[in-house]
């Protein structure tokens, strides 16, 4: 059985290959492709992809994704001039200077 846990796991190329060879092998020896690929717990459908040319990689890894509550350019923008403001820093200033008495008032 390949490595994995439910339909749409990743499994390494090195196991890809190596059941391709196996199911080719059975194959070739005389036993269903339909078998074959049952004792190793994946569909005909799969190694018939694994098989096509370049069909051994993933290309789930090469897929450019974005986050669906990615930040647009401008809310980026607006939330750093926000952070980077002079008020913010006023803030930050004082409560570094709380925690710091309060270590300092309490013996830590």
Do not use: H
Not at 27 to 36: D, E, I, V
Not at 88 to 103: D, H, N, Y
């Amino acid at each position: 059985m390949l490595s994995g846990g439910s339909r749409g796991r990743i499994i390494p190329y090195k196991e890809r290959a190596q059941a391709v060879n196996l199911i080719n092998e059975a194959c070739t020896a005389g036993a269903l492709k339909r078998n074959a690929c049952n004792l190793l717990g994946v569909s005909v459908r799969t190694i018939e992809r694994w098989e096509k040319e370049n069909g051994l990689t993933d290309k789930r890894k090469q897929a450019i994704r974005l986050p669906a509550n990615k930040l647009t350019k401008e809310e980026r923008e607006r939330i750093l001039m926000i952070a980077n403001s002079k008020n913010i820093k006023i803030c930050r200033r004082v409560k570094s200077f709380l925690c710091w008495q309060i270590k300092v008032f309490c013996g830590l």
